[in-house]
């Protein structure tokens, strides 16, 4: 009887914790978030297979979408994500960035609409799409950062970078994200409503001029175009890195140089509720002998 009234606060106390566990609302915290758009190449580039999967063969602009959902799993609630889509020599804001934990469904379907259905042309211009991008981010309430998503194959070729002057190199933090591989392969031809009817020939494509003697150009082939990405992302101030596990997409969006101080509801009760067990654990302890908590009896008298 005595270690139970001696032991009667350890048991007090776990029930005013757990009390506490359950009726505790979320505490506002600092915290590092993500604030970025991100932009999807959806060019017929992007449809070559040359990206993988856990080992399977996927599309590049699947690749890429797969790596925006596993972020999406991945990144803190407070961040803010938004899409965008490149294609011609623009790139045009789909969403703009909204938190992601209260519209995650949202965002898992309108991201599944991005692809080559909402293709306007069939020009690739990437070098002016990524300075179309830095526009509409600078224009974003909060400035969010950019990563854009493309294998870099610009169509026609690209003689010289374009000039924008309203857009300063360094004014938008992001990423230049790479996808694909290095061996060049057909590019998959695709009607308006995405499907594939062919592939694109030499003929079909504005070739590069080169000098009598050297290889012929071979831009109806499509591989990952690094070295030019490499002098975009210098040209305008961006990262450029290639993206070969779809895991890397939420690391490079957590990146403590994107990210922004905000103040998050986070939700705390697993400590009270922690502590409550700890308290039960030391009420249920075996006594030092081994023998256990006593229990009370009932006795018979006379």
Same mark, same amino acid.
């Given at each position: 009887?005595?270690?139970? @009234?001696?032991?009667?606060?350890?048991?007090?106390? #776990?029930?005013?914790?757990?009390?506490?566990?359950?009726?505790?609302?979320?505490?506002?915290? *600092?915290?590092?978030?993500?604030?970025?758009?991100?932009?999807?190449?959806?060019?017929?580039?992007?449809?070559?297979?040359? =990206?993988?999967?856990?080992?399977?063969?996927?599309?590049?602009?699947?690749?890429?979408?797969? &790596?925006?959902?596993?972020?999406?799993? !991945?990144?803190?609630?407070g961040s803010r994500v938004g899409w965008a889509a490149f294609t011609e020599y623009r790139t045009l804001l789909l969403l703009a960035p909204i938190e992601v934990c209260e519209n995650y469904n949202d @965002?898992?379907?309108?991201?599944?609409?991005?692809? /080559?259905?909402?293709?306007? /042309?069939? &020009?690739?211009?990437? %070098?002016?799409?990524?300075?179309?991008?830095?526009?509409a981010a600078k224009e974003l309430q909060g400035k969010p950062a950019i990563l854009f998503l493309t294998d870099g194959h610009e169509s026609p070729p690209l003689t010289a970078f374009p000039r924008f002057?309203?857009?300063? &190199?360094?004014?938008?933090?992001?990423?230049?994200? +790479?996808? /694909? %591989? /290095?061996?060049?392969?057909?590019?998959?031809?695709?009607? #308006?409503?995405?499907?594939?009817?062919?592939?694109?020939? &030499?003929?079909?494509?504005?070739?590069?001029?080169?000098? =009598?003697?050297?290889?012929? $150009?071979? !831009?109806?082939?499509?591989? @990952?175009?690094?070295?030019?990405?490499?002098?975009?992302?210098?040209?305008?101030?961006? +990262?450029?890195?290639?993206?070969?596990? *779809?895991?890397?997409l939420a690391a490079l969006m957590r990146d403590p140089q994107l990210a922004r101080r905000a103040s998050v509801a986070t939700d705390l009760r697993a400590v009270p509720a922690l502590l409550a067990l700890?308290?039960?654990?030391?009420?249920?302890?075996?006594?030092?002998?081994? +023998?256990?908590?006593?229990?009370? $009896?009932?006795?018979?008298?006379?």
């Amino acid at each position: 009887m005595k270690a139970l @009234l001696r032991d009667a606060p350890l048991l007090a106390g #776990a029930t005013l914790l757990l009390l506490v566990a359950l009726l505790m609302p979320p505490v506002p915290l *600092p915290r590092n978030v993500a604030d970025t758009v991100l932009v999807f190449d959806i060019t017929q580039s992007m449809d070559v297979e040359d =990206a993988q999967i856990d080992g399977a063969p996927v599309s590049r602009l699947e690749f890429a979408r797969a &790596a925006a959902r596993r972020a999406l799993r !991945e990144l803190p609630c407070g961040s803010r994500v938004g899409w965008a889509a490149f294609t011609e020599y623009r790139t045009l804001l789909l969403l703009a960035p909204i938190e992601v934990c209260e519209n995650y469904n949202d @965002l898992l379907a309108t991201l599944a609409e991005i692809d /080559g259905r909402i293709r306007w /042309g069939n &020009a690739s211009e990437v %070098a002016k799409g990524v300075f179309w991008a830095l526009r509409a981010a600078k224009e974003l309430q909060g400035k969010p950062a950019i990563l854009f998503l493309t294998d870099g194959h610009e169509s026609p070729p690209l003689t010289a970078f374009p000039r924008f002057d309203d857009v300063q &190199a360094g004014q938008v933090r992001g990423w230049l994200l +790479g996808i /694909g %591989a /290095g061996v060049p392969q057909p590019i998959p031809r695709t009607d #308006a409503e995405g499907n594939r009817i062919g592939y694109w020939r &030499a003929g079909d494509v504005l070739q590069r001029n080169v000098p =009598a003697g050297q290889p012929p $150009s071979r !831009e109806h082939l499509s591989e @990952l175009r690094e070295p030019h990405l490499r002098a975009l992302a210098a040209q305008t101030g961006l +990262g450029y890195s290639a993206l070969r596990d *779809p895991g890397q997409l939420a690391a490079l969006m957590r990146d403590p140089q994107l990210a922004r101080r905000a103040s998050v509801a986070t939700d705390l009760r697993a400590v009270p509720a922690l502590l409550a067990l700890a308290l039960l654990c030391v009420y249920f302890r075996p006594d030092a002998f081994g +023998g256990g908590r006593p229990r009370l $009896s009932r006795t018979s008298g006379t």
